[in-house]
């Protein structure tokens, strides 16, 4: 079975500081992982997506995410947050074979102070 | 505009009763989701579509239902079955099943039950 885990329910972080939200996985063939981010009042939207190839994969608004098979990690990471990066930021996983089945973390919430 | 409209906003259902969910995109995409958003759970797959007048269920389907009869509309139904309505529900589309980095979600219904 698929599953996805963001062990942290939220996450402070001053402006200026280098950010990381964390995601684990566990899924039975090759994993493709998904980052997306949810503004307030403005839907949910895709992030950055990892398939194969560089581990170190970078998406919109400065953000990368790093794989790393031996720890089933996709850490999203940021060199300096802004304040306009608060949101909800989830982690998807699917199986390379199951299109259309996203399976989903709980999701995080990054608070980025002046 | 390009885009997916859900309407309503807002609903409301009494107990016993079946509601319909509406989500229609202009964007010609082939496939279309439904995904359920409770807090602390992130979001779950309820049903996809990924061609006209087909549909699978996804991992919460049990007292939903849905129709694909047209490419650009897929309606949700929350059944008298779903014993636990309760939530905000998230329709998106991409241009076909696996198209993750290009999938437009729409605002949301809340659905409450009275």
């Known amino acids: 079975a698929q599953s996805v885990a963001q062990p942290e329910d939220q996450v402070n972080v001053a402006e200026g500081n280098p950010l990381t939200v964390k995601c684990t996985y566990s899924?039975?063939?090759?994993?493709?992982l998904f980052w997306y981010v949810q503004y307030p009042n403005r839907g949910l939207q895709f992030l950055l997506k990892y398939i194969t190839g560089d581990n170190l994969v970078k998406g919109s608004y400065g953000f990368e995410a790093e794989f790393n098979k031996s720890q089933t990690s996709f850490h999203l990471k940021k060199p300096s947050a802004l304040v306009s990066d608060s949101a909800l930021y989830f982690c998807a996983v699917r199986d390379g074979g199951s299109q259309g089945n996203l399976i989903f973390g709980k999701g995080t919430k990054l608070s980025v102070k002046p | 505009d390009g885009g997916i409209t859900q309407s309503p906003k807002y609903l409301f259902r009494k107990e016993g009763q079946n509601v319909t969910l509406s989500c229609e995109q202009n964007?010609?995409?082939?496939?279309m989701y439904w995904y359920r958003q409770d807090p602390g759970q992130g979001l779950r797959l309820i049903y996809y579509s990924q061609i006209v007048n087909d549909f699978q269920k996804g991992d919460i389907a049990e007292g939903y239902s849905v129709s694909r009869e047209k490419k650009e509309s897929f309606p949700l139904t929350v059944t008298s079955a779903q014993k636990n309505p309760t939530a905000f529900y998230l329709c998106a589309s991409s241009p076909s099943a696996g198209d993750e980095e290009t999938q437009y979600f729409g605002p949301g219904t809340r659905l409450l039950v009275l």
């Open positions: 964007l010609n995409h082939d496939a």
């Open positions: 899924v039975s063939g090759n994993p493709y």
